[in-house]
């Protein structure tokens, strides 16, 4: 059975950093595209990065969060990780992490996502 698993959600201060943990369980991670999606308040979910399967694990990110976030993967772990700093409040959302079917170019589509996790909640105060 496919499951995704997130956790490392909390309340920081502006300027902060937090890591999120995407654990899957039913499939193995290097051979998926990982993306990781955040919801924030009024808004629609949105792409916030994306590794790729395979060795070379190509990562894309949204534009906000380039230089302040990274993600990256522990195949023995079969974990996907976001690595959050310098946080902002406009961070502060409920982040999804999604398995991905489709190509890499179309990694914030979420039609090209079969399987999602429940979320956590990031809120950035300021």
């Known amino acids: 059975q496919v499951q995704l698993v997130e956790s490392g959600g909390a309340l920081v201060q502006a300027g902060g950093s937090l890591r999120l943990s995407c654990t899957a369980s039913g499939f193995t991670v290097e051979d998926y595209s990982i993306g990781w999606f955040r919801q924030a308040p009024g808004k629609e979910l949105e792409g916030v990065s994306c590794?790729?399967?395979?060795?070379?694990?190509?990562?894309y990110y949204e534009e906000s969060v380039k230089g302040r976030f990274t993600i990256s993967r522990d195949n023995a772990k079969n974990t996907v990780y976001l690595q959050m700093d310098s946080l902002k409040p406009e961070d502060t959302a409920v982040y999804y992490c999604?398995?991905?079917?489709?190509?890499?170019?179309?990694?914030?589509?979420?039609?090209?996502?079969?399987?999602w996790g429940q979320g956590t909640q990031v809120t950035v105060s300021s």
């Open positions: 590794i790729h399967s395979g060795d070379r694990s190509s990562t």
């Open positions: 999604a398995r991905s079917i489709g190509a890499p170019k179309f990694w914030t589509l979420l039609s090209e996502y079969d399987y």
